[in-house]
């Protein structure tokens, strides 16, 4: 079997993320990269091999398949340029911005006959697809959820719109994905919204319902500290809270006894704990399979709408509702 030559464009934390973890899939080879700053590029090549290339042309013409791990506004771009060049993609989240970026990708990815997948890595977490099968025992019927940073000072560019798109784009979108993941397709939206540490909106209220009967509030802030679980889950069932902390455990809380039982994941390695492993397994699976990624194009579309339709919701004070 020949390995899957995967190029890399955008060698920072996250491209060496992937680049490690591909090293070690025997079915895949990490043979490009690409980065504006060579020297990056040079650093990882040293780590993992792959031939550092001066342009993303030239990587296209030394791989099967692309990750596009460069900062979030680039992605459409860049994505769509790949796929012009026959190859499978993996974009990082966020998939685009701007609904009309998203749109404008959405068509290329879906008409390419290609493997794409975007980097919702939280789907692939064992906390949350233990989430997802304790949920599937019982009917929720609502949620909170939480999804928080302690500043938007390290690194620089997470509090630098240019890049970024808005702090939605760069840490809730995590759990706006999982939300369709869990619970399915949203309805309707509320959002409130304020500025107060940074020169964006930066802190958000919303309420959700779905087209299920499913409803859950939602907070996101951008100063919050780091006081854990910066991101967490607690769905309430009959009689039962099941609550997650990050990625690290869920507890699961059922009857009318003050008892509950404690799923850890702490010992697994974080790129498996996170789902960075697992996501990656997956993209090789469905090319080597032919079939659709576990997270595809439409999904990635899906959570730039939510993202826009909760900007546009604060800014109009109106509801959203979707078809």
Same mark, same amino acid.
């Given at each position: 079997m020949s390995k899957v030559r995967i190029g890399i464009v955008g060698t920072g934390?996250?491209?060496n993320v992937h680049a490690r973890i591909f090293a070690k899939d025997e079915r895949a080879d990490v043979s490009a990269l690409f980065d504006i700053v060579g020297e990056r590029a040079e650093k990882t090549a040293r780590s993992v091999g792959g031939r550092v290339c001066i342009s993303r042309e030239e990587l296209f013409e030394n791989c099967d398949a692309v990750l596009v791990c460069t900062p979030n506004k680039t992605h459409p771009d860049i994505a769509a340029a790949a796929v012009s060049a026959g190859k499978h993609v993996f974009c990082e989240?966020? /998939? #685009?911005?701007?609904?009309?970026?998203?749109?404008?990708? +959405?068509?290329?990815? =879906?008409r390419s006959g290609k493997v794409f997948q975007v980097g919702h890595n939280r789907r692939f977490a064992p906390a949350y697809v233990k989430l997802k099968e304790l949920l599937s025992s019982d009917k929720v019927h609502s949620a909170h959820i939480k999804m928080n940073r302690? =500043?938007? +000072?390290?690194?620089?560019?997470? @509090?630098?719109?240019?890049?970024?798109?808005? /702090?939605?784009? *760069?840490?809730?979108?995590h759990l706006f994905d999982m939300m369709?993941?869990? /619970? @399915? *397709?949203?309805?309707?939206l509320a959002a409130y919204g304020s500025q107060h540490e940074y020169p964006e909106l930066d802190e958000f209220s919303i309420i959700f319902k779905f087209h299920n009967g499913f409803h859950c509030t939602f907070a996101s802030s951008s100063d919050a500290s780091w006081h854990f679980p910066f991101e967490?889950?607690? #769905? /309430?069932?009959h009689?039962?809270?099941?609550?997650? =902390? *990050?990625? =690290?455990?869920?507890?699961?809380s059922q009857g009318i006894d003050p008892n509950f039982e404690t799923h850890s994941f702490h010992m697994v390695e974080k790129e498996e704990r996170w789902g960075y492993v697992q996501e990656d397994a997956?993209?090789?699976?469905?090319?080597?399979? @032919?079939n659709a990624s576990p997270v595809t194009a439409f999904d990635g579309y899906k959570s730039v709408e939510l993202v826009e339709s909760v900007y546009r919701a604060i800014d109009s004070g109106e509801r959203v509702q979707f078809d």
């Open positions: 934390y996250i491209g989240k966020p /998939f #685009a911005i701007g609904i009309d970026e998203a749109k404008g990708l +959405l068509d290329v990815a =879906e302690g =500043e938007l +000072l390290n690194p620089t560019w997470t @509090g630098d719109t240019n890049i970024t798109g808005g /702090f939605l784009y *760069e840490t809730t979108i369709r993941f869990q /619970f @399915g *397709e949203i309805a309707e967490r889950i607690e #769905a /309430f069932c009689h039962r809270t099941i609550m997650t =902390e *990050e990625m =690290e455990r869920i507890l699961d997956a993209f090789i699976d469905s090319i080597l399979d @032919g």
